[in-house]
């Protein structure tokens, strides 16, 4: 359907108006004694912006003593305590806790003490050994949960539960850790944003060819008509929020995205739905399983054999 002037006009409304929030919020930030660094994150305000893009800022403050993510009026603030950004100027501190993507990428907007660009320059200069360090610790990181998650099917008796759990953690092994640690052999740091999807194959689909396979096979992506029964499966489970991010990443076209987050997403928020499945009604089960990908992606053993597969993959490089 052709967009009309004022469907046009109203959304670069909204836009100039997000910007001037966000504007004001780095401002109010910078402004702030408590406050330390500021950096800005994702794609606003950036030749890769899109309509869904959302004004994301990372600050370390005095006074924090754990990280804080709250998103307000549609502006985004990661708040870290100070002392982190202290620590983080050195490897062994940061390669174990930091969010090492999110850091790398973001674009310092306020940093008097020079740390955040110290963290930065670190991050985009490690040595080859250091990567494949941090790669082959990651990598046992996830085999050993792997392991365990086996482990608990050879004991019998798994039901749906426990089925529906393998392929959440496994997705979560591999948007989480594993892609991450498939870019070190790029020396590039991952995008975190609905458009995860495409970001792989853009990033790492040519070079690594058969870990993209095995990312998109855990997600069973769908195109277009799994975007739209995805959304309108989110109705009646407490997820405006959610659906109204989706929603904005289907219009620009970034249908696997969509998918992609409101599966994360469900999983994330709907345990509780997960664990007691059995009791669930028709109408709730369908509804999950229409956002978890259930009949589209593999489950219990089949999903950790895949992710298994993604482990040696990254490993390799493939």
């Known amino acids: 359907m052709t967009q009309g002037i004022g469907d046009i006009w109203g959304r670069k409304h909204t836009l100039n108006e997000l910007a001037q929030r966000a504007e004001k ?42 990280v804080q993510d709250d998103t307000r009026t549609g502006i985004r603030v990661i708040r870290f305590p100070y002392e982190q950004l202290e620590r983080w100027r050195e490897w062994d501190e940061i390669r174990s806790e930091a969010p090492l993507g999110l850091l790398a990428t973001s674009r310092a907007l306020y940093d008097p003490t020079g740390y955040f660009a110290r963290i930065q320059r670190q991050l985009w200069n490690l040595s080859d050994e250091r990567r494949a360090d941090w790669r082959e610790e990651t990598l046992r990181s996830v085999s050993e949960e792997l392991t365990a998650a086996k482990q608990s099917f050879r004991a019998g008796g798994a039901g749906p539960a426990e089925q529906i759990t393998a392929l959440g953690e496994a997705r979560r092994w591999a948007t989480e850790q594993l892609y991450p640690a498939l870019l070190t052999h790029a020396g590039l740091w991952p ?83 997960i664990a007691r499945w059995p009791h669930l009604s028709g109408m709730r089960q369908n509804k999950l399983s229409v956002l978890l990908g259930i009949t589209r992606s593999p489950l219990g053993p089949a999903a950790l054999k895949v992710a298994e597969e993604l482990i040696g993959a990254v490993r390799e490089g493939e």
């Open 25 to 66: 919020m780095a401002e109010k930030l910078i402004s702030d004694r408590r406050v330390r660094a500021v950096a800005a994150a994702g794609s606003f305000d950036t030749d890769d912006a899109w309509s869904g893009s959302i004004p994301t800022f990372v600050a370390f403050e005095r006074g924090v003593s754990s």
């Open 191 to 273: 995008e975190f944003e609905l458009r995860l999807p495409h970001a792989w194959r853009a990033a790492a689909g040519l070079k690594f060819p058969k870990s993209v396979y095995l990312l998109e096979q855990l997600y069973g992506f769908g195109g277009r008509d799994e975007a739209r029964a995805a959304l309108l499966a989110t109705r009646g489970l407490k997820m405006m929020t959610q659906e109204k991010q989706a929603r904005a990443a289907a219009e620009a076209g970034y249908y696997d995205g969509t998918v992609r987050f409101l599966r994360d997403e469900t999983y994330l928020h709907h345990r509780e739905d």
